[in-house]
């Protein structure tokens, strides 16, 4: 069974910075590209990052381009966000997904095929 643990969430005053963690079992990490992508309340699902099963491929989405850096450990099966600078605007419900590496990873939900339960993201302003 495929499970998809996020950690890290929680309160943080504008400008201020937090890591998220998602850990990952019940499937052959190295074989899937991870995403995270969150949610806000009355939003649509948005991508946010996402990275290649090697890591050397990354990307991300404008809103957070400069702010925000994923990164894996394949050998901990881990994927990591860490988010600096943050904006009341990044509040939402932060998930973590994989997508088969042959798929295109980088930029829709559709690819992804399992999920985390998800963690909140709150900055204050």
């Known amino acids: 069974q495929v499970h998809l643990v996020e950690s890290g969430g929680g309160l943080v005053q504008a400008g201020g910075s937090l890591r998220l963690s998602c850990a990952v079992s019940g499937l052959l990490f190295r074989h899937y590209a991870m995403g995270w992508f969150r949610q806000a309340p009355g939003k649509e699902r948005e991508f946010v990052s996402g990275?290649?099963?090697?890591?050397?491929?990354?990307h991300y989405a404008d809103s957070v381009k400069g702010r925000f850096t994923i990164s894996r450990v394949n050998a901990e099966n881990t994927v990591s966000l860490q988010m600096n600078s943050l904006k009341p605007e990044d509040t939402a419900v932060y998930y973590c997904?994989?997508?088969?590496?042959?798929?295109?990873?980088?930029?829709?939900?559709?690819?992804?095929?399992?999920w985390g339960q998800g963690t909140l993201v709150t900055v204050s302003s």
């Open positions: 997904a994989a997508a088969p590496y042959t798929e295109d990873w980088r930029h829709s939900a559709d690819p992804y095929d399992y």
């Open positions: 990275i290649s099963w090697s890591g050397g491929t990354t």
